[in-house]
């Protein structure tokens, strides 16, 4: 036999670990796409912003409590605009974190499996309908109802944004919590009966304090989704930037103003037009905060079984 033929057995092998090598560079190329693009969005993010802060001062920025970028004598504070996000996030919140923990307690614990299978694909599609729809439905349906119990609300609120904004969110929250509490060992749920334990008993205080790592991340999910998203507070809480946390006022939130200057209110290249970078920059850093605060979370109250 020559010892320079190579056989089918060990040929057949070097094929493979062809395919194999450019099977995973593949891979890696498709990884480092989300990567790259990351690094080019806080790219553009920064270069923008530090252009901006060439004509306004940081302190300014973070301090003063008027935002009139398209007056005559332009002020620039972020303060407004802050207010009106995180007041729209915190009503939004107070809808979908009880609703979507209930909902999930209810899939997880008491629903026949046949109700789960239909319930939850129900929930999942709700979080599919496009958000300039919840903003329609917030302007057109939910503003008018209370209008009726409260006569004095105006017609764009940040009330109503947020509460249809928490129903948008609902989807998020029950469907991972839902998750979260179904990955808790039966063992758990069957020693809480055997103790005696009602079912609802077992649900919150067995069940619930055992998937709280994966519910607190469905709640830090539901927190970021309310502080980036745009159509429903730029259709139905209005576009005027007022420093109040009053929800039955109008307001206009960063990813509203974003949205107003995009639309080509202010020429390209201008300070009025680099702000949306700094607002964007600003927005990226309360998403970043609140993933690092849901990964310091999931890792502190993480249980192991």
């Not at 334990?197 to 077992?202: A, G």
């Amino acid at each position: 036999m020559d010892v320079t033929t190579v056989s089918d057995r060990l040929s057949r092998k070097v094929v493979r670990n062809l395919k194999e090598r450019a099977i995973e560079a593949v891979l890696f190329a498709a990884a480092s796409i989300s990567v790259l693009t990351t690094l080019g969005i806080i790219w553009v993010l920064v270069s923008e912003s530090y252009h901006f802060f060439e004509h306004v001062p940081i302190w300014t920025f973070l301090t003063d409590t008027m935002w009139t970028p398209l007056f005559s004598e332009p002020r620039y504070g972020i303060l407004p605009l802050l207010m009106g996000t995180l007041t729209t996030s915190l009503v939004a919140l107070s809808v979908a974190i009880p609703l979507g923990t209930i909902i999930a307690i209810y899939l997880s614990e008491f629903a026949s499996p046949r109700v789960r299978e239909v319930v939850k694909p129900f929930l999942e599609l709700l979080g599919g309908v496009p958000t300039i729809v919840y903003g329609y439905f917030a302007l057109t349906v939910v503003s008018p109802v209370l209008q009726y119990f409260f006569p004095s609300l105006p017609g764009f609120s940040m009330l109503a944004a947020g509460l249809v904004m928490g129903v948008a969110i609902v989807p998020y929250i029950s469907s991972l919590s839902e998750d979260a509490m179904r990955a808790v060992p039966m063992s758990l749920r069957e020693g809480a009966y055997a103790m005696g334990s009602t079912r609802f008993q077992t649900a919150v205080r067995v069940v619930l304090p055992a998937a709280i790592s994966g519910v607190l991340s469905a709640y830090i999910l539901g927190i970021s989704r309310a502080v980036g998203e745009t159509m429903i507070v730029a259709v139905a809480a209005g576009m005027q930037p007022n420093f109040t946390m009053n929800p039955a006022e109008p307001a206009q939130t960063i990813s509203a103003y974003i949205v107003q200057v995009a639309m080509g209110d202010l020429p390209h290249g201008s300070v009025g037009y680099q702000s949306i970078f700094a607002a964007g920059l600003s927005l990226m850093l309360m998403t970043l905060f609140f993933n690092i605060l849901g990964h310091v979370i999931r890792r502190r109250y993480r249980e192991a079984y």
